[in-house]
């Protein structure tokens, strides 16, 4: 038994004992443009917020957004549809089928200048397709609610009044590209 404990406690510090050497290297600008078949990033966002308050003052006056909500559109956890979780908005589309991130980030050549590009998803060309070709009957939707009040002042404060609520839901045609370069 105690040869077999030995043994085992040997094993172990002579794994411990190597060490596996690596370093970080500091790569400046012409070693960072030699780099190549990088593929960029994707972005997906799952958001639920609650904002009590955005104002826009000026002279003393304000525009104020209140109470505003972002989320799924799902009010009561047992609102949702079906295969819908109460919660945060899924700012993007994934299934089987469709890879709809929020954002892709890359790189792109342009008439041979570099360029950083920011995409939203082309949901509405791929809904189309889907539909065309029969495999879905029902446009792709992310499903988001953006709900609110709009008001004059301070809430409550004298002089104060509310113009109305408002609510923004699912996208069903988002695209969008924005490219950025130096000059």
Same mark, same amino acid.
């Given at each position: 038994m105690l040869k077999k404990v030995?043994?085992? +406690?040997a094993c172990c510090s002579a794994l411990l004992s190597l060490n596996a050497q690596a370093a970080l290297q500091?790569?400046?600008? *012409?070693?960072?443009?030699?780099? @190549? /078949? *990088?593929?960029?990033?994707?972005?997906?966002?799952?958001?639920?917020?609650?904002?009590?308050? $955005?104002?826009?003052?000026?002279d003393?006056?304000? +525009?104020?957004?209140?109470?505003?909500?972002?989320?799924n559109g799902c009010v009561a956890p047992g609102a949702c549809p079906v295969g819908v979780a109460y919660g945060a908005a899924k700012l993007y589309f994934i299934?089987?089928?469709?890879?709809?991130? @929020?954002?892709? $980030?890359? $790189? $792109?050549d342009q008439g041979g200048t570099k360029k950083l590009q920011l995409q939203l998803p082309d949901l509405k060309t791929t809904s189309d397709q889907l539909i065309a070709d029969g495999i879905i009957t029902q446009p792709l939707t992310i499903r988001l609610r953006i709900a609110g009040? +709009? /008001?004059l002042g301070n809430q409550g404060a004298p002089g104060s009044s509310t +113009?109305?609520?408002?609510?923004i839901r699912d996208i069903s045609d988002i695209r969008s590209t924005l490219r950025v370069w130096g000059h």
């Open positions: 030995t043994l085992a +406690l500091a790569l400046n600008n *012409q070693d960072l443009r030699d780099v @190549t /078949g *990088q593929a960029g990033i994707t972005l997906t966002l799952d958001l639920k917020t609650q904002i009590g308050k $955005v104002a826009w003052e000026d003393g006056n304000s +525009l104020q957004i209140r109470n505003l909500v972002i989320d299934s089987g089928l469709v890879n709809a991130p @929020t954002l892709k $980030v890359d $790189v $792109v009040e +709009l /008001g +113009l109305g609520a408002f609510e």
